[in-house]
Antibody, heavy 120, light 110 residues
Framework: EVQLAESGGGMVQPGGSLRLSCAAS????????MNWVRQAPGEGLEWVSF????????YYADSVKGRFTVSRDNAKNSLFLHMTSLRSEDTGFYFC?????????????WGQGTLVAVSS | QSALTQPASVSGSPGQSITISCTGT?????????VSWYQQHPGKAPKLMIY???NRPSGVSDRFSGSKSDNTASLTISGLQAEDEADYYC??????????FGGGTRLTVL
């Protein structure tokens, strides 16, 4: 089955770190650019980060630049988001999203999300 | 990276048509034909409805259509149905290589 499954969310104190994972299955992972998108409770979607199929380049939203790092392991069909210096405004559901291999910015497959809660 | 501008809410009666706008700049919406639209029902992951301004993925109803003029993209839903009630988001490629979403529009089917 073609799917994405996020894990690694949880509750963390401000200033703390967390590493999210996204396991891909059912498709050729290395052929696809991948993104992280987050959604604060009751709020809209916010794009967080992009990584190409080869692992470079990567791009980040200004709100997370310098604090978050995206990476991937194509051999293990996995996408990661290493988050440091977490703030309360980083709280929300984090989705990994696949871009169609022939159409840019077409997020055609999404995981169900993992919840990150930053609170003291 | 400013969010694209969408109306907070739109509404329509069953059978009617509605249009949701998505306004950006010539560094995103206006500069590229890489605008996509997503439907999100409560508690669910978003679903791709339109990509590259006008293209519909396989399985998406032809009641959904997209267009673009200058810095504004639009999503039109014709023949509104109860199940269309959801939040809708636009997204665009940007000149920096980043992606950006709109603030979202809640569609209410009266």
């Amino acid at each position: 089955e073609v799917q994405l499954a996020e894990s690694g969310g949880g509750m963390v104190q401000p200033g703390g770190s967390l590493r999210l994972s996204c396991a891909a299955s059912g498709f050729t992972f290395s052929n696809h650019e991948m993104n992280w998108v987050r959604q604060a409770p009751g709020e809209g979607l916010e794009w967080v980060s992009f990584i190409s199929g080869s692992g470079y380049p990567m791009y980040y939203a200004d709100s997370v630049k310098g604090r978050f790092t995206v990476s991937r392991d194509n051999a293990k069909n996995s996408l990661f988001l290493h988050m440091t210096s977490l703030r309360s405004e980083d709280t929300g559901f984090y989705f990994c999203a696949r871009e169609d291999d022939t159409a840019m910015v077409a997020f055609d497959l999404w995981g169900q999300g993992t919840l990150v809660a930053v609170s003291s | 990276q400013s969010a694209l501008t969408q109306p907070a809410s739109v509404s329509g009666s069953p059978g009617q048509s509605i249009t949701i706008s998505c306004t950006g700049t010539n560094s995103d919406v206006g500069g590229y034909n890489y605008v996509s639209w997503y439907q999100q029902h409560p508690g669910k992951a978003p679903k791709l409805m339109i990509y590259e301004v006008t293209n519909r993925p396989s399985g998406v109803s032809d009641r959904f259509s997209g267009s673009k003029s200058d810095n504004t993209a639009s999503l039109t839903i014709s023949g509104l149905q109860a199940e269309d009630e959801a939040d809708y988001y636009c997204s665009s490629f940007t000149s920096s290589g980043c992606r950006v979403f709109g603030g979202g529009t809640r569609l209410t089917v009266l």
